[in-house]
């Protein structure tokens, strides 16, 4: 699948135009990652762009989340990897546990935007560029800020062998390199 055949079938299933930018963001974020680990880059940034594909499908119940995805993507004929790594970021219903370095990387690339994205709208500028990766390290140990957002997951990055602060100085690269279409 092309990025613009997974652009398209994102436009078909996603109208929130916030979804559609954190998969753009999730996107930047897993090409970010393959080049630093080596990886396939078309791959992992593909596994980014679709893995919310059936959000909206679900009303984002996480009891089925993903699943729609899997079913989608395989009938397109998706890799089977990058289809196994997005069923797995959300373990709940796989009802499995992650094992695999392309299973954490999306885990954890997914969940860090949108603790990216939330320090950025506390900042006077609501700008990525304003925002420093200590804060956004500073920001994990506030339960309270963000709190939907699982920290569990981003510190998978640790699992693929980048420390947290690494991981979040490159999310923020990534992320800052497409922030005009983020709108941030």
Known sequence: ?????????????????RMIAHSLA??????ALARRLGRDEEKWALAGLLHDLDVEICNADLD???????????????AADIVDAIRMHNEKAAGQ???????HALAA????TGLIIATA?????????????KSVVKRMK????????NRENIRECEKI??????????SLKAMGEISDRLGL
């Open 161 to 170: 062998g980048i420390p947290l602060e690494e991981f979040v100085e490159l």
């Open 109 to 112: 690339g997914e969940t860090i």
């Open 1 to 17: 699948m092309t990025r613009e055949e997974a652009l398209a079938l994102l436009g078909q299933h996603i109208g929130n135009e």
């Open 142 to 149: 506030e339960k309270a800020f963000a709190a939907s957002v």
């Open 64 to 78: 089925v989340h993903g699943l729609e995805a899997e079913r989608i993507l395989a009938e397109k004929g998706l």
């Open 121 to 133: 709208m506390v900042y006077p500028d609501k700008k990525i560029a304003s925002v420093k990766a």
């Open 97 to 103: 546990t992650r094992s695999t370095e392309f299973q």
């Open 26 to 31: 999730s996107e930047a974020v897993m090409r």
